[in-house]
């Protein structure tokens, strides 16, 4: 997987070829886009890793929201109400 340094010196090869005649513009036509599309299909695949360790991260924070936070705001909610019903039952009798 070539690097961005390494696409840019492969590039300025191929124009040194061409310049000093030793290929035609067609061929360094051909080896400049082949370099550039091996170059893209390379952002692609890291691309796609980051993409998954996103999607694993999310996956992750969805479980622990669920599984962890939920069930004590589910919890703090619940002592709430039930300290809001016995300020509302001694307000009632007082």
């Known amino acids: 997987m070539p690097s961005d340094a390494e696409l ?4 300025r090869a191929l124009k040194q070829a061409y310049d000093e005649g ?7 036509d ?5 370099e550039l599309n091996n170059w893209g299909e390379n952002q692609e695949e ?7 360790l996103w999607n694993k991260a999310c996956k992750f ?3 622990a929201l669920r599984n962890v936070i939920k069930p004590i705001v589910v919890g703090i909610s619940m002592t709430i109400l039930t300290l809001g019903e016995i300020l509302i ?3 009632i009798e007082a």
């Open 30 to 34: 051909e080896f400049r886009l082949k």
């Open 61 to 63: 924070g969805s479980y």
């Open 89 to 91: 039952t001694g307000l």
């Open 22 to 28: 030793l290929m035609t513009k067609d061929e360094y």
């Open 8 to 11: 840019l010196s492969r590039l």
């Open 46 to 52: 890291k691309k796609s890793f980051w993409g998954e």
